[in-house]
């Protein structure tokens, strides 16, 4: 076991130690070559106030991209040898450079360490959630285009309601995650701030270059006050978990809709085979053990988003404590993410049987239409609406595509408003 950072000559105890890195310097992996490239911007920014020369900030960046690559093929490993990521980069710095090594921790703490570490890792993932939400947009928005008018009934309750489209079903598929991909946007702003270079929570006697290390790193904007930097420890989890949440629910949605659409009972759909399994004991099954796996990502990002939740009931500044929001955060992303990516392909393949489709649009369905036609008429809508009733039994044989291209008003099946949508999903995702 390497010795603390903090240590300062007197006896370890080894037990504690373990209990206070807990399963932390697993977590820091995947934070390692964040921490290692803000460790070089750090060093850049000490060279340039002049705290480093030159050539000490050359040999630490050349050293720090050689940890980079042994890290990547696994020559360095991250392990309990190590109280944190943080320790295992410096340790590895005093063991390659002696005495330069010692200097990289110069007006840095390990609280705005990880806090950068962090906002990097969130920085892709969000990136990464804002790319797939797009992806499953476009792939439900060219489903829209191609499917064109099909039929089919709409639901309300799970009971049928009004003929609606295909197109419509697709197309309420494409804003959903357009609004997910916007909300993963909205919390990159607040990600984009770099809080390196506020220390411990109160700021350095040093006359630290934040705004170029910053840039650097290629942060959109700073975060100005030390307090908040340190403030922000788990509410910026929250930013993220929240819109990864929603897109998960996006998810959670379109499975549910995809399982029952393929059950016998509907009949509407088939999935490709490759999202379906078999059944251990029974040689007929097929079942949707992808889209019920895809159901249960929610559940994911709630535990994750309840235990950040439940940490932060703290003070400002740092505490310990804060070390337990990073576990869940960077559990919840990865296994989202892995289910989302399967989006795209799983709405390029889904097939539909238009004619079982068309055949569920029962008479009664028209109901809302017989009413809005004696509306015109001139009934008063109430009235409409009791002799529509009324007059159920007798409104079979109407024209399901009259119908539906009489919906003219936006959004309607006759005026789906597909190019609005497409012009939306295009917009610049480069705000951040
Ligand atoms: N592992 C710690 C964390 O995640 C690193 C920061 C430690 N800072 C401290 N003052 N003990 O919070």
Redesign the pocket.
């Known amino acids: 076991m390497s010795t603390p950072l903090w240590d300062k000559g007197k006896d370890v105890d080894v037990i504690v130690q373990r209990f206070c890195a807990g399963d ?1 310097v697993v977590a820091d992996r995947q934070l390692f070559p964040f921490d290692v490239e803000a460790t070089s911007a750090h060093v850049l920014g000490l060279a340039r106030i002049g705290v480093l020369s030159g050539a000490e900030a050359t040999q630490l960046t050349t050293l720090l991209t050689e940890l980079q690559a042994r890290f990547a093929d696994g020559r360095f490993v991250v392990d309990e040898r190590y109280e ?1 990521g ?1 320790t295992a980069i410096e340790t590895f710095l005093v063991q390659e450079a002696g005495d330069v090594g010692k200097k990289v921790h110069t007006a840095r703490s ?2 705005d360490q ?1 806090l950068v570490a962090l906002r990097l890792w969130l920085k892709e993932q969000l990136r990464a959630v804002v790319d797939v939400t797009s992806s499953a947009a476009r792939s439900a928005l060219e489903r829209a285009r191609t499917t064109g008018a099909t039929a089919m009934p709409g639901y309300t309750h799970l009971q049928r309601a009004m003929p609606t489209t295909l197109q419509a079903f697709f197309l309420g598929h494409v804003e959903g995650f357009l609004d997910s991909r916007d909300a993963a946007q909205a919390a990159l702003v607040v990600v984009d701030r770099n809080p390196l270079g506020t220390g411990a929570g109160f700021g350095v006697s040093l006359p630290l270059d934040r705004e170029g290390v910053s840039a650097a790193l290629g942060f959109a904007d700073v975060v100005v006050s030390p307090q908040a930097a340190q403030n922000s420890r788990g509410k910026l989890e929250l930013f993220a978990l929240q819109a990864l949440h929603l897109a998960t629910l996006d998810v959670r949605r379109l499975a549910w809709d995809l399982s029952l659409f393929v059950t016998a009972e509907f009949g509407f759909a088939r999935l490709p085979d490759r999202f379906t399994t078999g059944s251990s004991l029974m040689p007929n099954k097929r079942n949707p053990d992808v889209v019920e796996l895809l159901r249960a990502l929610p559940a994911v990002v709630e535990g994750a988003l309840a235990e950040t939740q439940a940490v932060l009931s703290l003070p400002s500044s ?1 505490h ?1 404590d ?2 337990a929001t ?1 576990a869940p955060v960077l559990r919840a992303f990865p296994r989202a993410l892995q289910g989302l990516a399967l989006i795209p392909a799983l709405l390029d393949g889904v097939e539909f049987d238009a004619v079982a489709l068309r055949a569920a649009i029962t008479p009664d369905l028209f109901a809302t239409d017989r009413a809005l036609e004696l509306v015109v008429a001139g009934l008063p809508f109430r009235d409409a609406y009791r002799q529509a009733a009324a007059e159920i039994p007798t409104l079979g044989g109407r024209d399901v595509d009259g119908s539906l291209q009489a919906r003219v008003s936006l959004g309607g099946a006759g005026n789906a408003g597909l190019d609005r949508l497409e012009r939306r999903l295009n917009e610049s995702n480069s705000a951040v």
């Open positions: 932390d944190d943080h390990r609280n990880v740092y310990r804060l070390q990073k």
